[in-house]
């Protein structure tokens, strides 16, 4: 009874807490592709994680509301290019520890069984709850920044509950023999599950590139209000449906979903086409391929590593995505593309597809030896 109250609590608190960074990420996508925020991104994920170890944990969340909050209020309030960019980097440092890392820690940790189905659960309700503070900030900015800022903090002193130490460990030791192995051989399966979420993460930048790139160069007609309702939908019903099926046909066959959603984007966005069908369900598939990541990404490193090392190598995984995804302001810099280059691109896409789909086999298939040991 006690562990369902713990649970419970912390279910309603990641709503608390990261409905409202949804929102905040919603409102503006220049601001979550900018390349400060993209920068915070990335250096935050290893620093979150080593700030999480250190510090209390009510302080550490509380800190990294605040970082968000405030980086966020910067960003909008200051039309000076300096104060602006400080503040995406210094959201992008808040969100590497609470968006990225809080949810899957809480979640791998507290609960037993159910996890894929719980992490699904508690994303899609992140994304649906960010979609109303996502309104409410477009209508009534700063009063909802300050209501958004207050309810995480609440959500971070009254809900969220750090889970004991015991409950990530393995309780048997390998031999220093077998030891040895068994770190060459994670280490090696780790550096393969970079470059599968590097190389997901980069084809989804380039198919959010390729769709700006349409708009401007009316390769495809626009369909009005395509950018949010498709990509929303998408967003709103993935997790959910991705840990469904994670659940039912397993981790693997997860990844293989991921990599076929993006491929659909790629093609959608990619190669001319006179059909707006075609830019509808090329938004509705970058937004499921979007959802889909926070859940597939923390259970596959959980199936690969078990509880005792899953912290580590979460957080060596995870600056893949934030590093794929500065390939957009990047790309968008370039203004020397021309249709035929875009094609080429296109299928060099595709290309880095079908080696991300064997660099996961050949991840996945060591699992027997990790697990062994």
């Not at 990335?42 to 509380?62: E, K, S």
């Not at 369909?223 to 659940?247: D, K, Q, T």
Request: a positive charge; charged letters at 10%; aromatic letters at 16%.
């Amino acid at each position: 009874m006690i562990r369902f109250f713990y649970l419970t609590r912390n279910i309603l608190g990641l709503l608390l807490v990261i409905s409202p960074l949804a929102g905040f990420l919603c409102i503006d996508y220049s601001f979550v592709l900018s390349m400060g925020f993209l920068c915070g991104l990335t250096v935050g994920v290893p620093l979150a994680l080593r700030c999480y170890d250190l510090l209390p944990f009510r302080l550490w969340t509380g800190l990294y509301v605040l970082f968000c909050c405030g980086g966020f209020f910067l960003y909008i309030s200051e039309e000076n290019r300096l104060p602006a960019l400080l503040g995406s980097l210094l959201a992008g440092l808040g969100y590497g520890g609470l968006a990225l890392i809080l949810p899957a820690n809480l979640i791998i940790s507290w609960f037993r069984f159910s996890k894929t189905l719980l992490l699904g659960l508690v994303w899609s309700g992140i994304f649906a709850f960010g979609l109303l503070w996502k309104i409410l900030l477009e209508r009534i900015t700063y009063p909802a920044l300050l209501s958004g800022a207050s309810l995480m903090l609440f959500g971070v002193l009254f809900f969220l509950e750090r889970p004991p130490r015991f409950l990530l460990q393995n309780g048997s030791q390998p031999s220093p023999a077998s030891g040895r192995r068994l770190c060459r051989f994670r280490s090696r399966s780790a550096r393969k599950v970079f470059f599968y979420a590097l190389i997901i993460s980069f084809t989804m930048s380039f198919g959010l590139f390729l769709a700006q790139y349409d708009a401007q160069s009316e390769r495809l007609p626009a369909v009005s209000g395509a950018e949010s309702v498709f990509l929303f939908g998408g967003l709103l019903i993935a997790p959910l449906l991705s840990g469904l099926f994670i659940n039912r046909k397993g981790v693997y066959s997860g990844c293989v979903l991921l990599i076929f959603l993006t491929e659909v984007t790629i093609m959608c966005f990619g190669f001319e086409n006179g059909a707006p069908l075609f830019l509808r369900i090329g938004y509705t598939a970058v937004g499921a391929a979007l959802g889909m990541l926070p859940v597939l990404l923390p259970i596959l490193v959980y199936y690969l590593y078990g509880p005792s090392e899953f912290n580590e190598r979460f957080a060596q995984v995870l600056p893949a995505i934030p590093a794929g995804l500065s390939a957009v302001p990047l790309l968008t810099l370039t203004q020397f593309f021309d249709p035929l280059t875009v094609n080429y691109l296109t299928f060099a896409a595709m290309f880095l597809l079908m080696i991300s789909f064997f660099i996961i086999f050949s991840a996945w298939k060591h699992r027997f030896i990790l697990l062994k040991h």
